[in-house]
């Protein structure tokens, strides 16, 4: 089992980065997916998540309107779209995968917003 995530990197703020996360060893759409972001000293929270067929979404009140999480399940693959970034988004972003007995995380991708 797998998760890679890939897209993350320096932004200046009010610019956009899109995360991908493609997932191997596991029925892809048997899982509810979702990005999770921490930064030092603090918990990890919960950004964005997306149910296996895609048809139930909810958003962390902090990224309400500015991010957009979908997914690909021919290529196995949950997408981050991240818009009006602020340098509060700065952090490593992480993409999980969980069902009722399973839980995977991914190795993480940092995002930076700064000027």
């Known amino acids: 089992v797998q998760l890679v995530e890939s897209g993350g990197g320096l932004v200046q703020p009010g610019g956009s980065l899109r995360l991908s996360c493609v997932a191997s060893?596991?029925?892809?759409?048997?899982?509810?997916l979702s990005w999770h972001r921490q930064v030092p000293g603090k918990e990890r929270e919960q950004v964005a998540l997306?149910?296996?067929?895609?048809?139930?979404?909810h958003y962390n009140d902090s990224v309400k309107g500015r991010f957009t999480i979908s997914i690909d399940n021919f290529k196995n693959t949950v997408h981050l779209q991240m818009n009006g970034l602020k340098p509060d988004d700065t952090a490593m972003y992480y993409c999980?995968?969980?069902?009722?007995?399973?839980?995977?995380w991914g190795q993480g991708t940092q995002v930076t917003v700064s000027s």
């Open positions: 999980h995968a969980f069902s009722l007995h399973n839980s995977y």
């Open positions: 060893g596991f029925t892809f759409n048997r899982y509810a």
């Open positions: 997306i149910t296996g067929d895609g048809g139930i979404t």
